[in-house]
């Protein structure tokens, strides 16, 4: 659907750059909610699946923070908070790094994996949103986006 018809603006967009923000915004806000949604079986949010991608793709190596930090999709989260919050669940384990001890050294468990195995298992359903795309069109979507950002 246009956006114009999905936020009902009856006005034209001053030009197709500033149409453009707000599409970008627009689907940020669709695709989020829709993650929300996903990840809510999982008693998980969108942030802590991120950090546990991360630590299983660090896996075995612990991570620390500032490297959750670097590589977090969401730059604005607070990482400490969210690790936290896994560690409560029981996803992942913090201890007193060995090299630097005013690090903490972040593992994902085996709790964690097994958590991430089972989402896979489902996550071609989320998927699913693109499939208005062919495979070529998000090819060029995802040039276009690294484009965008440079």
């Known amino acids: 659907m246009r956006l114009e018809d999905e ?4 006005k ?5 750059y500033n149409k453009a923000v707000v599409n970008l ?3 940020y806000n669709w695709l989020e909610s829709s993650s929300k949604a996903f990840f809510q ?7 802590q699946f991120n950090i546990l991608r991360i630590l299983k793709g660090q896996h075995p190596n612990p991570s620390t923070i500032n490297l959750l930090r670097e590589r977090m999709l969401d730059k604005m989260c607070d ?4 690790v936290e919050r896994l560690r409560i669940k029981g996803l992942v384990e913090r201890s007193k790094a060995s090299s630097d001890k005013r690090a903490v050294d972040i593992l994902i468990t085996k ?15 989320f998927e699913e949103k693109f499939k208005t795309l062919t495979e ?12 965008l950002r440079g």
């Open 111 to 125: 709790k964690g994996e097994e958590l991430l195995s089972k989402i896979a298992l489902k996550f071609p359903v």
């Open 136 to 147: 070529e069109e998000v090819s060029v979507l995802n040039n276009l986006l690294d484009k």
């Open 7 to 10: 936020i009902k603006q009856v």
């Open 41 to 47: 079986e999982y008693d998980l949010t969108s942030q």
């Open 12 to 16: 034209a967009f001053n030009n197709e």
């Open 25 to 27: 915004i627009y689907t």
């Open 79 to 82: 990482a400490s908070r969210l």
